[in-house]
């Protein structure tokens, strides 16, 4: 065989051939690649049909929105019908013509493989975000300078084990009174706010922003008022707290894609940094904006509505994006990071039957609801104590503070119940032991619940105050006499 060969390359025909034949291997060789594209067919309302790729859902696209020009519009799968592929843009589309080409999102060499990137984003995380503004495509919007020697990570990471998880076991001190001593949140927890607008549950958040004790604080502004999330970063938040954050702005003025991503983008920054064994506190508002976002994807892309004008697929995405939160896998060492998660829920009409809230509700470790009565009445933080709950509270206090705690909700029920009553003196006095008590106790009880705004009360200055209020001796007499 050998010496057929060597016959044929000393044949100056053949050799010839076979010379013509490495140029044009060289020649393909050198040659630029060509990159895939498809072709946009339709263009209704959000979404937008492409056909001639194949892509998986959440694969990132360029869509060329002006032909002959480095211009193009960035734009995520949510969806196929056969080889059609549903498109959402994320930025601005005008001008946009029939049959615009579409490309895949190009891969930088070495970040990751082809499969992993088709599958969504990789953006920027660890420290050098600290202080830092960004939107929901990890772009920073603060003028700070660049962050491309941060280093990347997927947005979508696979669940966490719940056996694997720690347990809540160690209280969290957020700063404020009335949650430290009164609805206890430990370390890992999963909170709800639920607030109607204008209550004053921005201002909470600020306020836990700069006293909860913990090392790095994610705050995800997702569909909030664009003059919002520069009030929030610098008269609620302030410097001190933005210091130790990572805020990742989404305002309602950019494309719902954008929104979902945005909070998916702050819940994996807290787990980035709970990797790293730290502990985190996330504050996301609101869930409901996010739900929304969802909602407008989802119908959008033909999904039938369900409750209340909501698909199902916006059930399925709340319990997906909060259980993301929560205590970390326990390291070697023994330590382990925590995400504690404060969401705000909007209650339309200070409705707390609202299917979001409704399901909120049953997702989460407690909620804190805030009533538009007394935040009318100039009572901050206007904590309705008796419609908010803690569920890992009991875990976190011994028997003496639970007692404690259920005397103090006990009274401040049994005076709420009669106050119209006392109000036009119809009450006389002697008639009721344990009333006549929660009258005497009423002005300490009001005073425990509220706090200034710039006044920040550790849990040690909590657990004082109550006993302060209910001493040992008293709570024997009142429990036996109760």
């Not at 720690?166 to 009335?178: F, K, Q």
Request: aromatic share 6%.
């Amino acid at each position: 065989m050998a010496a057929d060969l060597s016959d044929a390359a000393a044949n100056p025909l053949t050799h010839g051939w076979l010379a013509g034949l490495d140029q044009a291997v060289s020649r393909l060789r050198t040659a630029p690649s060509s990159t895939p594209s498809g072709r946009v067919t339709r263009a209704t309302g959000l979404v937008l049909e492409a056909t001639g790729l194949r892509l998986p859902v959440g694969a990132a696209c360029r869509i060329e929105v002006n032909p002959g020009h480095p211009e193009y519009a960035a734009a995520e799968v949510v969806g196929f019908n056969g080889h059609t592929l549903y498109l959402m843009p994320q930025t601005d589309i005008s001008g946009l013509p029939p049959g615009a080409r579409v490309f895949a999102e190009e891969v930088a060499a070495g970040t990751a493989e082809v499969d992993a990137a088709l599958r969504g984003r990789r953006l920027p995380v660890g420290d050098a975000l600290l202080g830092r503004v960004l939107d929901g495509a990890g772009h920073p919007l603060d003028d700070l300078g660049p962050i491309d020697d941060a280093p990347r990570a997927a947005l979508n990471t696979p669940p966490v084990n719940p056996l694997s998880r720690r347990p809540i076991d160690s209280v969290l001190d957020v700063g404020v009174r009335a949650i430290n001593g009164m609805l206890t949140v430990g370390r890992g927890q999963r909170m709800g706010l639920f607030a109607g607008s204008g209550v004053g549950k921005s201002m909470l958040l600020g306020m836990m922003a700069r006293y909860t004790k913990a090392e790095v604080i994610v705050v995800g502004l997702i569909g909030e008022r664009g003059r919002e999330v520069k009030d929030f970063i610098e008269n609620i938040l302030g410097p001190e707290g933005l210091a130790r954050s990572v805020v990742v702005a989404a305002p309602a003025d950019v494309s719902p894609l954008l929104r979902l991503q945005g909070a998916a983008y702050a819940t994996r920054l807290a787990e980035y940094f709970r990797d790293q064994g730290r502990d985190v506190l996330l504050i996301m508002d609101s869930l409901t904006r996010y739900a929304m976002a969802q909602r407008e994807i989802a119908l959008a892309i033909g999904e039938p509505p369900a409750t209340k004008g909501y698909p199902p697929s916006v059930f399925a995405k709340l319990p997906m994006l909060v259980e993301r939160a929560g205590n970390g896998k326990v390291r070697e060492d023994g330590s382990y990071g925590s995400i504690t998660a404060f969401y705000t829920v909007l209650t339309e009409g200070d409705d707390q039957q609202d299917p979001i809230a409704d399901s909120a509700r049953a997702i989460l470790d407690g909620h804190v609801v805030l009533s538009r009565s007394l935040a009318e009445s100039g009572h901050y933080p206007a904590i309705d104590i008796e419609a908010s709950i803690s569920r890992a509270m009991t875990a976190l206090i011994d028997n003496t503070r639970f007692q404690q705690v259920s005397r103090f909700k006990q009274a401040l029920s049994r005076y709420q119940r009669n106050r119209d009553l006392i109000a036009v003196g119809a009450y006389a006095p002697g008639n009721d032991p344990q009333l006549d008590e929660a009258i005497a106790l009423h002005p300490q009880l009001a005073a425990f619940l509220q706090q200034d705004l710039h006044q920040n009360v550790s849990y040690e200055q909590a657990v004082a105050h109550l006993d302060s209020i209910f001493p040992m001796a008293n709570r024997h007499v009142s429990s036996a006499t109760a």
